[in-house]
Nanobody, 129 residues
Framework: QLQLVESGGGLVQPGGSLRLSCTASGYSLTYYAIGWFRQAPGKGREGVSCISSIGDTTKYADSVKGRFTISRDNVKNTVYLEMSRLEPEDTAVYYC??????????????????????WGQGTQVTVSS
């Protein structure tokens, strides 16, 4: 069973930076695309970014383009989300999720949550002065 654990969240001032990590255990992430999602209080969960199984394709929500960068290290079985120029509107619980195309070895990923099979427990990011 693939398990995902997020880390790196915390309290940061507006304009600051954080790096979130999503580390997998129980199975290799090699064939999995990874998505980062977030859920702010009182709001639905939204897709933030995703990266393909081999890291050649990335996608970002318009609200984070130019500020967030997703990357992966399949040797370490970890995916990262570098967040810079953080804004109070980025305050949310951030989740990572893994999904794959079971008919092949490559999967591009999506910002739509229903394509993902495995989810982490989330890490809180609070942007406040």
């Amino acid at each position: 069973q693939l398990q995902l654990v997020e880390s790196g969240g915390g309290l940061v001032q507006p304009g600051g930076s954080l790096r979130l990590s999503c580390t997998a255990s129980g199975y290799s992430l090699t064939y999995y695309a990874i998505g980062w999602f977030r859920q702010a209080p009182g709001k639905g969960r939204e897709g933030v970014s995703c990266i393909s199984s081999i890291g050649d394709t990335t996608k970002y929500a318009d609200s984070v383009k130019g500020r967030f960068t997703i990357s992966r290290d399949n040797v370490k079985n970890t995916v990262y989300l570098e967040m810079s120029r953080l804004e109070p509107e980025d305050t949310a619980v951030y989740y990572c999720a893994a999904g794959r195309d079971y008919s092949g070895s490559y999967y591009g990923g999506s910002l739509t949550e229903n394509v993902y099979d495995y989810w982490g427990q989330g890490t809180q990011v609070t942007v406040s002065s």
